[in-house]
C-alpha cells in the first residue's frame, strides 16, 4: 500500500492539471511559449480517460487476481452510446440534410432501428452509458464466474467476447454506421462541439471523474469488500471455507470495472470525435492490460501513471517513429514483466526503501 503522502500527491498533480490547463490554453496567447495547444488539451483527455480504464482494470485484476483481455468492448459500449446522441443531436446539419444519421440515409434506411429509440434524450443517454455495459458485464459474468472459469481460460473468454462483439458492430445492418462507426458530431445538449469552452469543459469533467473514481477505488480496496477481493486474489478456495461466496464479490466488482470503462467511453467520443468497432479490437483490451502492468498493479496510482506513460510515448513514437512503436511496447511489456513485476510504482517504492 502506498503511503498517504503519495496518494494525496496524485490527487493534487491531477487537480494542478485541471487548474493549470484551462488558463494556458484560454487565457495565454497563441504565441506564447507558456501557450497550451487543443492537440495537447484533447490528448491530455484522451489519456484521463484511459486511466480511468486502467484504474477499472486494477480493480479487477491487481485486487481481484482476474485478468480481463475484453475491457475495450465496455468502454466501447459507453463511447457508442454516447455516439449515438451525438448523431441524433447533428439533426438536419448533415450532408444529406435528413433527421437520420448520415450513413443511415447512404444505406437507403426509412426510419431508425428501435435500439435508436432513447438516442435523443440526453438523460436517458447518460443511463444507458452505465446501464448498457453494466448488463453485458452481468450477464456475461454471472455464467463465468457461476461455472467457475478462472486464469488464462477466462482471459481467452473476455478475449473471445470482444472480438465478437466487434465483428457485430462491424456490420452494417446492426445500425452502428459499420466500418466507419459515427462521427462528424455537432452538438452536445445543445452546444456546440468544436468551441473551446465545450471542449474545456468536458476536458474538465474527464479530470474530475478520474480523481472521483480514483477517490472511491481506494475507499473500496480499503473497505472490508475489498479485503475480501484480495483474499479471493491470494487464495479462493480459503474464502469459500471461511463462508464468503466468491461469486458475489468477483462478480460486483466486475460489474463495477466495466461501468468504469462505460463512463471513460463515454468521455472519450466528444473530446476524440469519433468511435467505431476499432475501439473492441483485441489490441486495444489488451493495451489496457499493458498500462495496468506498466505503471503496477494494485497500487491504484500505477494504472494512473502506467497510462500517461505509455500514451505519452506512444504519441511521441507514432510521430516520429512510427513503425517502432508496436515493437516499442512489446519490449516494454516483457521488460516489465521480467524485471519490474510490480511495475513503475514498485520502481520507485524499492529506491525509496533503498534510500531508508
Known amino acids: 500500500m502506498l503511503s498517504l503522502r503519495a496518494w494525496s500527491g496524485v490527487v493534487a498533480a491531477l487537480i494542478a492539471v485541471l ?6 490554453n484560454l487565457v495565454v496567447p497563441a504565441d506564447s511559449v507558456l501557450h497550451l495547444s487543443d492537440y495537447a488539451v484533447a490528448l491530455i483527455g484522451k489519456i484521463m480517460c484511459y ?18 483481455l475484453g475491457h475495450g468492448v465496455f468502454f466501447a459500449l459507453g463511447g457508442y452510446a454516447m455516439g449515438m446522441y451525438l448523431m441524433r443531436q447533428i439533426g438536419r446539419d448533415g450532408n444529406y440534410q435528413s433527421d437520420l444519421p448520415d450513413f443511415m440515409v447512404f444505406l437507403d434506411w426509412k426510419k431508425l432501428p428501435w435500439h435508436w429509440a432513447l438516442s435523443d434524450s440526453f438523460v436517458a443517454t447518460l443511463v444507458l ?20 472459469i478462472k486464469g488464462v481460460y477466462f482471459s481467452i473468454i473476455t478475449q473471445a467476447m470482444t472480438f ?7 456490420r452494417n445492418e446492426t445500425g452502428f454506421g459499420g466500418n466507419n462507426g459515427f462521427t462528424d458530431f455537432k452538438r452536445i445538449a445543445g452546444i456546440a462541439i468544436a468551441r473551446p469552452s465545450t471542449r ?10 478520474l480523481i472521483g473514481f480514483f477517490l472511491f477505488a481506494r475507499w473500496l480496496v480499503a473497505s472490508k469488500f475489498g479485503r475480501v477481493l484480495q483474499a479471493i486474489r491470494d487464495a479462493e478456495s480459503r474464502v469459500m471455507f471461511t463462508g464468503y461466496d466468491p461469486l458475489r464479490y468477483k462478480l460486483s466488482i466486475w460489474v463495477i470495472s466495466a461501468v468504469m470503462c462505460g463512463i471513460a467511453g463515454a468521455l472519450y467520443v466528444p473530446q476524440v470525435g469519433i468511435i467505431n468497432p476499432s475501439e473492441m479490437s483485441p489490441a486495444a483490451s489488451i ?14 496510482v500505477g494504472p494512473i501513471v502506467g497510462a500517461f506513460f505509455v500514451n505519452g510515448a506512444k504519441s511521441w513514437f507514432t510521430q516520429a517513429f512510427p513503425e517502432f512503436w508496436l515493437y516499442f511496447l512489446g519490449a ?25
Open 19 to 24: 487548474v493549470l490547463a484551462p488558463l494556458l
Open 51 to 68: 486511466a480511468i480504464c486502467a484504474l477499472a482494470m486494477d480493480l479487477i485484476w491487481g485486487y481481484t487476481g482476474i485478468l480481463s
Open 164 to 170: 465478437a462483439t466487434m465483428l457485430l458492430f462491424f
Open 287 to 300: 493495451e489496457i492490460a499493458i498500462w495496468t502492468a506498466v505503471g503496477g498493479r494494485a497500487s491504484l
Open 200 to 209: 474545456m469543459v468536458l476536458f474538465v469533467l474527464t479530470g474530475l471523474t
Open 129 to 148: 452509458i452505465v446501464a448498457v455495459p453494466g448488463l453485458l458485464a452481468f450477464v456475461f459474468g454471472f455464467f463465468a464466474f457461476r461455472s467457475r
Open 332 to 356: 516494454l511489456f516483457i521488460a516489465v514483466t521480467l524485471f519490474l513485476p510490480q511495475g513503475i510504482i514498485g520502481l520507485v517504492k524499492r529506491r525509496k526503501e533503498t534510500q531508508a
